[in-house]
């Protein structure tokens, strides 16, 4: 909804945890002794159906409202294999890597690391330059 300038930019969690509360109040409501017998009952329950019936209209136009979904079936294909492909990347540099580190001498290890190694500032993970 409009009211609410947060909405474009982050998740208002609150709204969505207020759900839960606000039905219990109602389901509270019907299930008291005196129920809907009383005119005082009756309003408490009315109150408390239309304040959750609201923060629900406000959830669900907020929902509506969130970008996603966008791409074609084709894209998220496209995306979901290159994704995979760098997953797979991943697994062997740290393959390669473990593999190094495995063969060094225990003694040579520091001076060996410090000689031959770099450190892959974009992707975080560690690799040799060369050959073990």
């Known amino acids: 909804m409009a009211n609410t ?4 930019h982050s998740l ?5 945890e207020g759900l839960l509360p606000k039905i219990a109040v109602v389901l509270e409501l019907i299930r008291k002794a005196e ?6 009952a009756k309003q408490a329950l009315l109150q408390a159906t239309n304040d959750f019936k609201h923060t629900l ?12 979904g ?3 079936v084709e894209e998220q294909d496209s995306i979901i294999a290159m ?8 697994k062997e540099q740290l393959t390669q890597f473990a593999e190094c580190v495995g063969s060094l001498p225990t003694l040579a290890i520091p001076n060996a690391i410090s000689s031959k ?7 975080s993970t560690p690799f040799t330059s060369g050959q073990c």
């Open 117 to 123: 190694m770099e450190i892959d500032s974009t992707a």
């Open 83 to 90: 994704l995979e492909m760098l997953k797979q990347h991943k």
């Open 12 to 16: 208002p969690t609150s709204l969505f």
């Open 70 to 72: 966008d791409l074609l």
């Open 57 to 68: 209209a406000q959830a669900r136009d907020y929902a509506s409202t969130l970008g996603g």
């Open 5 to 8: 300038p947060e909405w474009p």
């Open 35 to 40: 129920g809907t017998a009383t005119p005082s």
